[in-house]
């Protein structure tokens, strides 16, 4: 299918932080010819996906494939890993979505909250957990509201260094992270790592993905009440037949197959160091235009920026001048951050020449302003 004849709508590139910029060719592998989810053709196609999943969680470990978002994850990490005490640590509007989750659930929880775009830091984990009584940890790897990167992979050895600490869960949101910066699901030692297909994996949305470690498994497995559609004991035991227990979305199977390919083909440092290049590319654009961050030095996020409209421009007209020229980056999010920041992504397929683009045409607008 051609670019012109793929639907009357006009195409506008999105510098959002997801759903992300799709490549064609990605759209297309959807085309294939449907089969069964429980025909050898679809259990061949899970098969050639699984280690290729695999690689990008940096473990050994079977990767769960759901058709949801990757907020059925957080409720299905709540349901099966904790039956004592949940600490949610939030720092932007997404962490603090977790936090309603695990409440909606039932789940007895504490809140360790910050400034929302600061880090989440191990020793804050590390003073809250010395109170004693938790069983799991919620964190966002990559807050998507605020831009702001937390260090998992210190978060993690500090939780471990605790007397009771291999008795903690310890499950990561890695949605607009996972693919785009940098996380190793087995030499971290992390529980859980969720994410979702529309964000830096650039895919249609509908899928989402989840790492269980041994530890969390045999956990679930004295759980109550893990619910049904999102049982880590089902689904695994599914996933060891390359099945899942309900029918996937497997026109995006087909799609997640190819782009997983090509993300082989790039490798996984050299997509991460094109990541960097682009979220350098665009704090240095945003310095030289006198904006400030809203993440601290050191923790911005390898695959969005989000940027403190202390210039007072109007991002909805920007937006508006932007879409004619065939591009949208994306407002601030939440009632907190909405109109007081904006969002440039740079994750998934966009390469640094995208940026370029989009940072000219943003210079366009503010030397009419």
């Not at 004693?132 to 937390?150: K, L, P, Y």
């Not at 309900?246 to 782009?259: C, E, G, K, N, V």
């Not at 995208?354 to 503010?366: G, P, Q, R």
Request: hydrophobic share 40%; net charge negative; proline share 4%.
């Amino acid at each position: 299918m051609s670019d012109s004849t793929r639907n009357s709508s006009k195409h506008i590139k999105l510098f959002i932080p997801g759903p992300t910029e799709v490549r064609p060719e990605i759209l297309d592998a959807q085309a294939a010819w449907m089969v069964g989810h429980r025909m050898p053709e679809c259990i061949d196609l899970v098969g050639r996906i699984q280690p290729k999943l695999q690689k990008v969680f940096a473990t050994n470990r079977r990767i769960l494939i759901s058709a949801s978002s990757g907020t059925g994850f957080w409720e299905g990490a709540v349901r099966n890993c904790t039956d004592k005490k949940v600490l949610n640590c939030v720092n932007g509007a997404f962490s603090d979505r977790w936090r309603d989750v695990t409440e909606l659930n039932g789940k007895e929880n504490e809140v360790l909250e910050v400034e929302w775009g600061q880090p989440i830091l191990p020793e804050m984990i590390v003073e809250r957990l010395s109170k004693g009584g938790f069983d799991a940890v919620t964190v966002v790897h990559n807050e998507t509201s605020a831009g702001v990167e937390s260090p998992i992979k210190e978060i993690a050895e500090a939780i471990r260094s605790l007397p009771d600490g291999n008795d903690i869960m310890i499950m990561v949101d890695s949605v607009s992270g996972l693919s785009g910066a940098r996380l190793e699901f087995d030499a971290w030692d992390l529980d859980v790592v969720l994410t979702s297909s529309q964000k830096a994996f650039a895919l249609p949305a509908g899928l989402a993905f989840c790492a269980v470690s041994e530890r969390a498994m045999a956990k679930a497995a004295t759980v109550k009440n893990r619910g049904y559609y999102f049982d880590f004991i089902s689904l695994d035991k599914s996933m060891a037949k390359n099945q899942t227990p309900a029918t996937p979305a497997i026109s995006l199977l087909f799609a997640l197959d190819r782009q997983l390919d090509d993300m082989m083909a790039e490798g996984m440092d050299g997509r991460f160091a094109r990541h960097l290049v682009m979220r350098d590319m665009t704090i240095a654009w945003a310095k030289s235009h006198g904006f400030e961050l809203l993440a601290p030095e050191g923790y911005e996020s390898p695959t969005v920026t989000c940027i403190k409209n202390n210039k007072g421009i109007d991002i909805s007209a920007l937006n508006n001048f932007l879409r004619e020229r065939g591009m949208i980056l994306s407002n601030g999010y939440g009632s907190r951050l909405k109109n007081v920041t904006f969002r440039i992504a740079h994750m998934g397929d966009l390469q640094p020449s995208d940026m370029e683009e989009l940072f000219s045409n943003v210079d366009d607008y503010l030397a009419q302003q």
